[in-house]
């Protein structure tokens, strides 16, 4: 029953970045639902900070800020789990990381603490934690002023330190993706400190679910093109096509245990 209530809870957040905006009526309709059903699951969503009520429906939020760190680790956390995994099979023991802030960075680095000889880059304390009792990792963390609720550094200093190193691979999430593949956030420094890894490493990996799409981040920075993989937990939604089409060689889709050609 958990399971089909969060499918559900995905799907409807499909359909809304899809169509913009979503009646009560035609999401109970579209899932053969009483609308008391659709408005608590809806409602659900709205609380998370993932809709916004409007008369008769819901429709996206527009946000200025991202949600809690605490709310956002527990959101789709099957699909994290799914990146975080296929992530951690592709990269070698022996790999030099940077990788960046964000709750699906933190799942990756979760996946890869028990591996052998990493060197591990990062300005996020819970990228660190996670690797802090193998060791086998190697570990450098920012110096600079730490944001004390999401547990990161970012800004000038973040990008100095990136800059300091040559990483086999970058590992980064983002706040949101447009449907032309600009990748969105929240806040400008977030934006050059993810650029800032990008810029120093050999292999550029985006990791993001796909409730990143279409979310109305509000900071531009970068695109999908500068991304050598990005791995993701199903298809793109359809609204996504053509990025889907244009980039197929380089997006990942881990589900169900193996990982697809998005």
Same mark, same amino acid.
């Given at each position: ?16 970045? @899809? @169509?913009?905006?979503?009646?009560? @009526?035609? /999401? ?56 975080? *995994? ?9 790999? #030099?990381?940077?990788? %960046? =802030? ?9 996946? =890869?603490? +028990? ?8 300005? #996020? ?29 970012? %800004? ?30 929240? *806040? ?25 799409? %279409? ?7 970068? *695109? =999908? ?10 298809? /793109?939604?359809?609204?996504? +096509? ?9 997006? *990942?889709?881990?589900?169900?245990? +193996?990982?697809?050609?998005?």
């Amino acid at each position: 029953m958990l399971k089909m209530a969060t499918e559900r809870q995905a799907r409807i957040l499909e359909i809304v970045r @899809e @169509e913009g905006f979503a009646s009560i @009526e035609h /999401l109970a309709k579209r899932f053969d639902v009483t609308q008391q059903t659709v408005r608590r699951v809806v409602n659900q969503l709205c609380d998370q900070g993932l809709l916004r009520r409007i008369h008769g429906g819901v429709s996206l939020p527009v946000q200025n800020q991202n949600l809690a760190y605490g709310s956002r680790q527990g959101l789709n956390p099957d699909a994290k789990r799914r990146i975080a *995994h296929a992530v951690s099979n592709f990269i070698p023991d022996g790999a #030099s990381l940077m990788i %960046g =802030l964000g709750t699906t960075p933190e799942y990756v680095a979760q996946a =890869l603490s +028990r591996r052998q000889d990493l060197r591990v880059i990062t300005n #996020s304390l819970n990228v660190a934690t996670a690797f802090a009792q193998n060791p086998d990792v190697e570990i450098t963390i920012a110096g600079g002023t730490l944001r004390p609720f999401d547990r990161d550094i970012i %800004g000038d200093a973040a990008v100095r330190f990136f800059s300091g190193f040559r990483a086999d691979f970058g590992i980064f999430g983002v706040g949101g993706i447009d449907q032309d593949g600009t990748l969105l956030d929240f *806040h400008s420094d977030e934006v050059q400190a993810r650029q800032a890894i990008v810029a120093n490493c050999r292999a550029a990996l985006l990791v993001a679910d796909t409730s990143k799409f %279409g979310r109305n981040a509000t900071v531009r920075g970068g *695109h =999908l093109s500068d991304c050598h993989h990005f791995f993701t937990d199903k298809p /793109l939604p359809a609204g996504f +096509r053509p990025i889907a089409e244009q980039y197929a060689d380089r997006i *990942h889709a881990a589900r169900d245990g +193996r990982v697809d050609a998005a």
